[in-house]
Nanobody, 128 residues
Framework: QVQLVESGGGLVQPGGSLKLSCAVS????????MSWVRQAPGKELEWVSG????????KYSDSVKGRFTISRNNVRDTLYLQMNNLKPEDTAVYFC?????????????????????RGQGTQVTVSS
């Protein structure tokens, strides 16, 4: 059974940067496309970014495109999310999840990720 452990969150000022990590075990990591999703207080899950199993295809939501970079290390079984130019609206708990991958990328519907295994998440707070 897949286990996911997210880390790297924290409190950062607007315009700052953070790098999130997601350690994956219990499955052959290199076989699985991955996504980052987030949940702000009182809001539903929001898909943020996805990467295919080989790491050569990535997708981003419009809200983070140009600011966030997803990557993976299939030797270390770890997924990353580099977040630059953070904004207060990026404040949320961030989760990683295994995902499907279609011709145009991963599913982005929040209902899909409600059914996916997730770790405990890592809190990102962007505030001055």
């Amino acid at each position: 059974q897949v286990q996911l452990v997210e880390s790297g969150g924290g409190l950062v000022q607007p315009g700052g940067s953070l790098k999130l990590s997601c350690a994956v075990s219990g499955v052959t990591f290199s076989n699985f496309p991955m996504s980052w999703v987030r949940q702000a207080p009182g809001k539903e899950l929001e898909w943020v970014s996805g990467i295919n199993s080989g790491g050569d295809r990535t997708k981003y939501s419009d809200s983070v495109k140009g600011r966030f970079t997803i990557s993976r290390n299939n030797v270390r079984d770890t997924l990353y999310l580099q977040m630059n130019n953070l904004k207060p609206e990026d404040t949320a708990v961030y989760f990683c999840a295994t995902t499907s991958w279609f011709e145009d990328g991963p599913p982005t519907d929040p209902s899909y990720f409600q059914t996916r295994p997730r770790g405990q998440g890592t809190q990102v707070t962007v505030s001055s």
